[in-house]
Nanobody, 116 residues
Framework: QVQLVESGGGLVQPGGSLRLSCATS????????MRWYRQAPGRERELVAN????????YYSDSVKGRFTISRDNAKNTVYLQMNDVKLEDTGVYYC?????????WGQGTQVTVSS
């Protein structure tokens, strides 16, 4: 079955960096767009970044553009989110996502807390 497992979250100070990973299985990873979402406390889940196949079709939300980088390793069926110069407002649970047909699949999420 489809599995998405995020890791790499934690506590980081403003201006610091984190690298999130999402290991996947159960579908043809290299053929699919992959997305990172986040959900801050009391807010709706929002799209942070997506990456198409062969690393083209990159998208970043305005709030992370220039600071975050999404990438993928098709040999490892893994998508990454490099977070640099993090801000307090980057705090939240980060989820990776894949859409297969009409179905959306999500991982369990990884908590990122930005605090001094």
């Amino acid at each position: 079955q489809v599995q998405l497992v995020e890791s790499g979250g934690g506590l980081v100070q403003p201006g610091g960096s984190l690298r999130l990973s999402c290991a996947t299985s159960g579908f043809a990873f290299s053929d699919r767009f992959m997305r990172w979402y986040r959900q801050a406390p009391g807010r709706e889940r929002e799209l942070v970044a997506n990456i198409g196949t062969l690393t083209v079709s990159l998208y970043y939300s305005d709030s992370v553009k220039g600071r975050f980088t999404i990438s993928r390793d098709n040999a490892k069926n893994t998508v990454y989110l490099q977070m640099n110069d993090v801000k307090l407002e980057d705090t939240g649970v980060y989820y990776c996502n894949v859409k297969l047909g009409d179905d959306n699949y999500w991982g369990q999420g990884t908590q990122v807390t930005v605090s001094s």
